[in-house]
């Protein structure tokens, strides 16, 4: 069976940074993709990152872009989302998921999702 875990979040202030980390099991997934979507009170799941478990190929929502960037280990079983420069809007659940797809950003071609770990940034 195949498990997500992050960890990594918590509270931080606005130019402050953070390091989530999702932790993949129960699977071979070489040939996956691992995004980073996040979901702040009252909107949409959105995509922020990906990257291809078996290059390093990396994509990443323009919001976040040049700020955040995604890397694994070389077992490709860990992903990390270095997040830095963080701002007030960046404050949200922060999901890790599995896609045999990519690049995408959307939810749907995401088989496999974290429990998602809290990212709150203060002003």
């Known amino acids: 069976q195949v498990q997500l875990v992050e960890s990594g979040g918590g509270l931080v202030q606005a130019g402050g940074s953070l390091r989530l980390s999702c932790a993949a099991s129960?699977?071979?997934?070489?040939?996956?993709?691992m995004g980073w979507f996040r979901q702040a009170p009252g909107k949409e799941r959105e995509f922020v990152g990906a990257i291809k478990l078996n290059t390093i190929s990396t994509n990443y929502a323009d919001s976040v872009k040049g700020r955040f960037t995604i890397s694994r280990d070389n077992a490709k079983i860990t992903v990390w989302l270095q997040m830095n420069s963080l701002k007030p809007e960046d404050t949200a659940v922060y999901y890790c998921?599995?896609?045999?797809?990519?690049?995408?950003?959307?939810?749907?071609?995401?088989?496999?999702w974290g429990q998602g770990t809290q990212v709150t940034v203060s002003s």
């Open positions: 129960g699977g071979t997934f070489s040939s996956w993709s």
């Open positions: 998921a599995m896609s045999r797809i990519y690049p995408t950003t959307q939810k749907s071609d995401y088989n496999y």
